[in-house]
């Protein structure tokens, strides 16, 4: 059933109900519905999902079917890297190299409005992720939205999911479903969060590359990226100089 709920990532309450727009379906972002986004993805389909900061599209970023299928949808440079998206701090290290930053420091870091660039793992390092994702490139973009619908996804779907904006590229990020009503036919799902923000800056999130010990660089200044560099000196690590 369809009903009022709470939705997910904190916009205001809204009246959200089950809509189809051609062959894609259009549900809410709420709990009862996660188990629809993990079967998606499960079956390697592209689907679109809010974060905290924008919405994104997302597939399964073990999937080199998934992966090619996201790509198409944002009509996207092949050479222009995603992120991957998990669900709790503690899933980072599956995937990339922590063992030079505190684990303290993740958990305060994440989940939040942050994209981590990190030394990505090796396949002989029990890291699965399709060597369709980002080919060639030795860095890993890895993030825990502070949105509790992807997050009871990700966890659902057990595997890292890559995550880009739900935006055609070169055109701004959005931040409700009818922002992007030109890539819904691209969907299995559409996951209808409400309006993310009231505000919002479209700004995505703050990449920041922590991958050097001892250091980070801001490769991409967004939402509360002052607050992330704070952060980041409190726990002794400093800017890097250019």
């Not at 709420?30 to 679109?48: D, M, Y």
């Given at each position: 059933a369809c009903a009022r709920a709470r939705v997910f990532p904190k916009p205001r309450a809204t009246m959200l109900s089950c809509r189809a727009a051609g062959s894609t379906r259009v549900l809410p972002a709420t709990l009862p519905f996660v188990g629809e986004a993990v079967e998606a993805l499960r079956r390697e389909k592209v689907i679109a999902i809010p974060t905290d900061t924008i919405y994104g599209v997302a597939a399964?970023?073990?999937?080199?079917?998934?992966?090619?299928?996201?790509?198409?949808?944002?009509?996207?440079?092949?050479?222009?890297?995603?992120?991957?998206?998990?669900?709790?701090?503690?899933?980072?290290?599956?995937?990339?190299?922590v063992a030079h930053l505190n684990p303290k420091l993740l958990e305060e870091l994440?989940?939040?409005?942050?994209?981590l660039l990190l030394r990505r793992k090796t396949l002989t390092e029990?890291?699965?992720?399709?060597?369709?994702?980002?080919?060639g490139l030795g860095l890993?973009?890895?993030?825990?939205?502070?949105?509790?619908?992807?997050?009871?996804?990700?966890?659902?779907?057990?595997?890292?999911?890559?995550?880009?904006?739900?935006?055609?590229?070169?055109?701004?990020?959005?931040?409700?479903?009818?922002?992007?009503?030109?890539?819904w036919d691209k969907c299995e799902v559409v996951f209808d969060g409400g309006r993310i923000g009231l505000d919002a800056s479209r700004s995505g999130s703050t990449i920041v590359n922590l991958s050097v010990p001892g250091e980070f660089s801001i490769a991409r200044p967004g939402t509360t990226c002052d607050t992330i560099c704070e952060t980041l000196e409190r726990y002794g690590i400093k800017k890097k100089q250019p």
């Amino acid at each position: 059933a369809c009903a009022r709920a709470r939705v997910f990532p904190k916009p205001r309450a809204t009246m959200l109900s089950c809509r189809a727009a051609g062959s894609t379906r259009v549900l809410p972002a709420t709990l009862p519905f996660v188990g629809e986004a993990v079967e998606a993805l499960r079956r390697e389909k592209v689907i679109a999902i809010p974060t905290d900061t924008i919405y994104g599209v997302a597939a399964s970023a073990c999937s080199v079917i998934g992966i090619e299928r996201l790509y198409d949808a944002k009509q996207r440079s092949r050479e222009v890297p995603m992120a991957v998206c998990v669900g709790d701090a503690a899933d980072v290290s599956k995937y990339a190299d922590v063992a030079h930053l505190n684990p303290k420091l993740l958990e305060e870091l994440l989940p939040g409005p942050v994209t981590l660039l990190l030394r990505r793992k090796t396949l002989t390092e029990g890291c699965d992720l399709s060597p369709g994702l980002n080919p060639g490139l030795g860095l890993l973009g890895i993030r825990v939205p502070d949105s509790e619908f992807i997050r009871h996804v990700s966890r659902g779907f057990g595997k890292a999911i890559a995550l880009t904006s739900a935006n055609q590229s070169g055109t701004p990020s959005t931040l409700s479903v009818e922002e992007f009503e030109n890539l819904w036919d691209k969907c299995e799902v559409v996951f209808d969060g409400g309006r993310i923000g009231l505000d919002a800056s479209r700004s995505g999130s703050t990449i920041v590359n922590l991958s050097v010990p001892g250091e980070f660089s801001i490769a991409r200044p967004g939402t509360t990226c002052d607050t992330i560099c704070e952060t980041l000196e409190r726990y002794g690590i400093k800017k890097k100089q250019p």
